[in-house]
């Protein structure tokens, strides 16, 4: 694995923006970033990532498994209790889950370690699994890669097919996310796309416009009911809102499915390391309540049950020289996390964003930034597999 310094396509700012990624530059600094790329190989991509990314979800299903029926550790996680039999309904009838991405540490020699699974409301998914493909076949076209390289990308092709095994042909879909989210509505944008190639109907709905009817369902603001939802909206903030209690009686199928609920806070560090301690590519990790201080190492990881984009992440260490990360999260707990310092190319600090389809290991996307915790402003770099 290494970063190569590499020409930026003429041009493609204006046609990032023809094709809907106007968000390429943020705050007049770049998001896209395509002066430079990883280049890995095709063994540390097969070894290192994509069979790490499917064992690592093989875990998480499995902590599922148990959760589910475990109130000691329903409660750990925060669920409220008036939804567990709807979480556990959706894991017992197998209800499909469409997608996630794994947060990755990896230098190219270590093993993979797990930094945290976005297994809700993943984002990136755009710009991994449809503009880095672009960029990838106009530089092979431009000369500047090999004809013989590749890239870890099957991101748009397993997501067509993946809506295809949830949805019958000719069904409606709707899409959702919050109104003033340039990056949001981008990817529900392009995962609508990905559904109509699976011959979906699809339909958009802001998450501030749906409403319920006088039958309790869910409808959008044509009050048109909305049978199939795609919420880029995480399920902690449902639970606790007005429409909380509908969510499990309105009939409605949800995407991601109910029981992905269990996954989507960083208490399932600490559930995923309680059940496979030792795991290779699992960092230590425990819910801050139930540890000693004294036994804690030198330097770790303190992580909020639910936060976006590094928000309230710090890496903490003994000495005082602590690097804190502002937020307004925290009010259910903390987890504590060994700490794994992430692999650094020059300035830079790398994060691999590792996506699964269904059950299936798919793309990789990687972030970089100065800063030792990634952000939503952290650059996003291409890459290629080349031997």
């Not at 540390?44 to 589910?68: G, H, N, R, S, Y």
Request: charged share 30%.
């Amino acid at each position: 694995m290494k970063r190569i310094i590499i020409p930026e396509r003429p041009g493609w700012r204006d046609m990032a923006e023809e094709l809907g990624f106007v968000f390429h530059t943020m705050h007049g600094e770049p998001y896209w970033d395509e002066t430079s790329a990883y280049v890995f190989t095709l063994d540390q991509i097969e070894k290192d990532i994509e069979d790490v990314t499917t064992e690592l979800f093989a875990l998480c299903t499995a902590a599922v498994d148990v959760a589910v029926d475990d109130q000691q550790w329903m409660e750990q996680l925060k669920i409220p209790e008036e939804q567990w039999d709807w979480i556990r309904s959706s894991w017992k009838n197998k209800d499909l889950s469409l997608y996630g991405r794994f947060d990755l540490s990896y230098d190219g020699n270590a093993p993979s370690k797990m930094l945290e699974f976005n297994a809700d409301t993943p984002t990136s998914v755009y710009e991994a699994g449809y503009f880095q493909w672009i960029w990838f076949e106009q530089q092979v076209q431009n000369g500047i890669i090999p004809a013989h390289a590749d890239q870890f990308n099957s991101i748009q092709e397993k997501l067509i097919k993946r809506f295809g095994e949830i949805f019958e042909p000719g069904c409606r879909l709707h899409f959702s996310c919050c109104k003033d989210t340039n990056e949001d509505r981008a990817t529900v944008d392009y995962l609508a796309d990905c559904a109509k190639q699976a011959d979906i109907l699809t339909e958009f709905v802001f998450i501030e416009d749906i409403g319920v009817d006088a039958q309790g369902r869910f409808a959008d603001n044509e009050d048109y009911v909305i049978d199939n939802l795609f919420k880029l909206y995480p399920y902690e903030d449902m639970f606790r809102e007005e429409f909380g209690p509908v969510m499990r009686k309105s009939g409605t199928n949800f995407i991601e499915p109910a029981w992905k609920s269990v996954l989507s806070n960083k208490g399932m560090l600490a559930l995923l390391w309680a059940l496979f301690p030792g795991h290779p590519n699992l960092l230590e990790s425990h819910f801050e309540e139930a540890v000693d201080p004294a036994s804690l190492p030198d330097i770790y990881v303190r992580k909020p049950y639910f936060s976006r984009e590094g928000a309230n992440v710090d890496i903490i260490r003994k000495d005082g020289d602590d690097t804190i990360t502002e937020g307004d999260y925290g009010d259910e707990g903390f987890i504590l996390q060994e700490y794994r310092e992430l692999p650094k190319f020059g300035e830079d600090y790398t994060v691999i964003g590792s996506w699964i389809v269904g059950d299936e290991a798919a793309g990789i996307g990687i972030r970089e930034d100065k800063s030792k915790v990634t952000k939503d402003l952290s650059r996003f770099v291409p890459h290629i597999i080349l031997d």
